[in-house]
């Protein structure tokens, strides 16, 4: 008889870590397969899943997928000014590539199921599900959190019978999602949205006592729509986030506070640190806003609107995406040039922007200047707001 | 032969004052009249102009309008979190309202004619003669500035030849348009992009140096989505605007430097100074956050959108303006509550908010709890992004 | 011991005849009440119903909805131009009104549950259950054909057992939805997208033989938005509707045959017949032609787009319903006229329209020629795409 | 002294005819090359251009763009099923078309100026001189009917002082436009919006009475979003566009009859008569609704409506053109397959479509249906309209 084998999407956490031996004990697996995609886990926590997969014998692979998630979902994201509601779709676009690297494996081994530790409020559930439907659809997909409601209190008490490591998963107030692009923090009264968050959530950006005490202006360089270059250094995709996270959060710059409306439906406080989005998204869209034409601007925040609303929900290969991306795609070579900001305590101000592809530049400040002789604005005005002014002639008739 | 009468909208600067001698001497008016409205005029600027007016014997008339400001295009702005391009638009809605107040004395009087000192490159010129032309049809408008591209130095000698006090206009750098919305500061090198301003242009926000040294949190109540009271504190709606603009202008908060395209279609830089919006208009927002369905929030970017377009062309009568306005009126009565801000050194962050119409509350976090089970997310879960999924099985065919 | 009461949304149909004996045998109700909502059924059908719920001996209640379903319902239709991708959203609009009116005996009566006939891959699930649970959120829901997937030939046999009378049930090819506002067939090959429907599912539009044999012109006139009179004959709302049915019917117009999105994500071939609506919509639309501007034609697209969605998917009394109808209520005033048609063997055209409102007529037309000398264009040509031309210039740069 | 020469881009009618002495005389050049471009001139036009430019002695150019007009100009508008107000937008799209080829022309002589008979009021100078300024932004334009708005008559007494032949000129009643994609026309009391055209405009639609008897069924196969052949014949691209006008015309489909918004504010009825995109645009849009999912959909219509403006705008070579066409075009290779339609007596019916990219067919509509139980739609069904239930639990407080 062939052995069963389950694919838990891993994170070393307490719900990922309660599925192992449930999965054996509870949906009769004989094989327990678990993998960790690193897209930027916090030091430490790569190897600590490894350790307890180690520990609790499961078949574990360890994924850097960390230059991959720059540049195939940060990168975009980047293009698309990446933004829901306000947030920077930090852990939204991450979830697609962790689904996706579990595919991966779980083609390889041929495995029977998935396991993800998902509850049934939350979007990430979402995110992953539709990956693995997508390009394994006839795969069951496990998820126990979901299935049972399980407690806080009962996942420690089982955890501790089954000799699963639980850290200082007992004292843990806070849920913490952290990866490349940002930080997310929920639990306590978080939710709530008249609470001023605490300080000790924040852990990137530094507080307004403990930020730098003077300006600091930074010069993020980009090429063909990406950022390329800080301050006149070249970077990998890769040390330059990690330099814009560094030089936002000496700054204090990156703190997101929003509502958000999540997919089930419930609007919820949500508390995000994402201080390399905060400076690389506006310096992004104020070079476009200097090569753009007017009606490309008014209509690019459609299209990033819907951009943004497709990542959230995690539908990362779906066609939608592809035309809105294809519409992106085309005005970013001219996002070509560098775009200068202060930043100062927790503020973030553009001021100066360069491109060759400008629309403005000294000689087309004349532009036409040439032929365009002032008085010939006058039909111009004259015929200004035209139907407006019959409007006004008819409609009290 | 009866007398022919000229309306000048008279703000006392030169351009408008140069006007006066010329309506006489080379368009041939016995009668001039001077209309100067006050919108939120720099300190001792309205008694200025009337005393030039007296100097240059026109019939005068000085209109206080600051309040119908607030109430009547300040509010409606704030309503529709009025934007374009990043610009709050503060000129742009003063324009209908000094126009209206022109037409208005042009109206009694029976003049035969209009003057302004829009030139023909602005949006000024659109804003104004859209109102004169919207409420007096049949009446010219002469644009001396547009018909004939006088030069700063040939106004200045002209001026001085015709006995108009220059005062500082000699040593002009700035061309400054301020109002109790907002200031707009243009001229000289602020027109290069990549030119970061210098500070002695603002006079409304501090620097960061001078800014206060400790963050400020206050909190903004608003009543039918309009600010009513600060702190705690209800306050006219004139005074109350005043006070947010000390408040965000002694935290530094309130500059605005954008990349914008003008309505002839030349992109310039711009630099505007909008304390008050700059804190009011992300407190509306945030409560509409709070209140409206994830659909509304993302419909009412296009409807605000839209508006801002309309409101930057001057086209404060449009029946379209009236459309959008039905919309956004229609959700502002639950736009009723409280967000607190923290300000400081520049940076504005809301950091929470309250509304008796919050779609989020304790008992509605807990919403459907009765009746809704987790794992019923099951189904909604298989379905999502179903369409994308099929796509997948059938594009490669 | 209290009676445990059960509302069936009831049609009279198999389905839901099959739930009256499942309610009492298998959900344990002591007391089964049915509510059948007239908003146009087919005649004989509200007789019918009545008397099979008499013989399974239910405490039934007949509402006659039909003047409410005009003026309520079609009419807020026709100010959308109601549509969802080519459907003129008959079915969807009369379920909200049939649940409305079997929430009130609901809340009379004070019953335990509520009861209907749909299945779960369907839309008219979610547009009862969102206004039952809108309006009574902790009254049960039951869905026997969503809860256990019936098939006919088990639910006939069912009914023959239980002595319901099964009438045509046996034989029948089609499941037909017909009320006021259109019909909806479906069923059998009907589905597939690439089968010409047979003649036969077509009852009110006549075929190209039977057509009128020569054209007929009608004229509908409009106050404020919605339909008044025919051909000069001023008629009550319903009688109108009637009217409008027997004149396109009488020349083959009305039938749609569109592919269509379903709120679940199957894409399907739907077939309606909509006479009324594919004449009275067209001239609705002819008329805000005439008397909206460019802009509030192309802005009310997509309101009307984002309405439709939301009737689509029965979401009558969502907020942001309200918002786009304070948006469209706005213009309607102004959609006051009177439009002709041509109609003749399926095909409609507007051939002449007329409104007090209209932004063009003769004078109109001349509008400006007084002020507006043609030479004057020059400069609005000069400028035409300025942005682009700039583009042309930087672009291979 | 160098020869001064002027290109006057010419369609052998009396205004452009009349241009032809006048630039010598009046204007004072040496040299007058006129440009006749082929875009579907009616038959004969081109043979009579050429002699009246040999009576008039200029250097006369005819170029035959008949064939890159259907592939580069109606294949793009197919692809975004073209439409601006309800009209094929067939003048606008040929305009710049006509222009690009006058302009290589200019480039080729070095001319000194263009010369065009476009008047002050309407859309094509627009797009003429946007194409012209776009490509050659020194070469100053000439426009004679916009600069001394001449009549008629004045033209004709002219023309036959100048030895210009006028043909039936003098008894014209209507202006007329024809071209590959469609014929506009124009004239008498065809502006006014309540006049039903009269029969005699129309010569490529038959009259209901003329109009083939029976129905005709066509099938047009797609390939990547443009047609390739009809009724399993393959054509070339301008045999297919002229098939797709005699099958539309014998049925009497293809007339227009429109209030559109003109580029300078005028709204003015306008008839056209377009049977190929009146047959092949519907193909096109119900192919879309096949393989397209729902957003996709309706994010599409948005992009078409601005695509529709730009191109009726004459703004053939925007940036924001290029971006939109990429969205349309990232769409289109799955717009591939066979749409069958009913004609008859002036109507159009889709009544069957296929696609190997369909998101519907017989498997998928059992998509699923494996892993989706009914029963799980409970869930769905249960959140459906969240947010709308809980605004109107807080609304009333």
Known sequence: MPKKT?????????????????????????????????????????KQAEEKAKLLGTEHYSIDAREEFVTDYIFPAIKANGDYQGYPISTSIARPLIA????????????????????????????????MRTFMPDTPIIAPMREHTMTRTWEIEYAQKKGIPIGQSINKIWSIDENLWGRSIEGGLLEEPNYAPPEEIFTWTKSWKNAKSTPTEVTIEFANGVPVAIDGVKMSPLDLILKAHEIAGDNGVGRVDIMEDRMIGLKVRENYECPAARIIIPAHKALEDLVCTTEERAFKVLVDQKWGELAYEGLWFDPFKDDLEAFINQIQPRVTGAVTLRLFKGSCQVIGRASKYA??????????????????????????GMQARMYRTVKDK
Chains 1, 2, 3, 4 share one sequence.
Request: proline share 2%; aromatic share 10%.
């Open 359 to 384: 629309l403005y530049n000294e000689d087309l400040a004349s532009f036409d200047s040439k032929t365009f002789d002032q008085s010939e604005a006058v039909g111009i005005v004259k015929t200004h």
């Open 100 to 131: 996706m690297k579990a595919v991966e494996v779980a083609k390889k081994l041929n495995v029977d199921a998935f396991c993800h530790g998902c509850t049934g409020k939350g979007n990430d559930q979402f995110r992953f599900e539709f990956v």
């Open 6 to 46: 389950v694919l838990i999407v891993y994170s070393g956490g307490l719900d990922t870590s309660v599925c192992i031996p449930m999965m054996r004990e509870d949906y009769g697996f004989d094989h327990v397969v678990t993998v960790t995609v690193d897209v930027g886990l916090p030091a430490g926590e790569l």
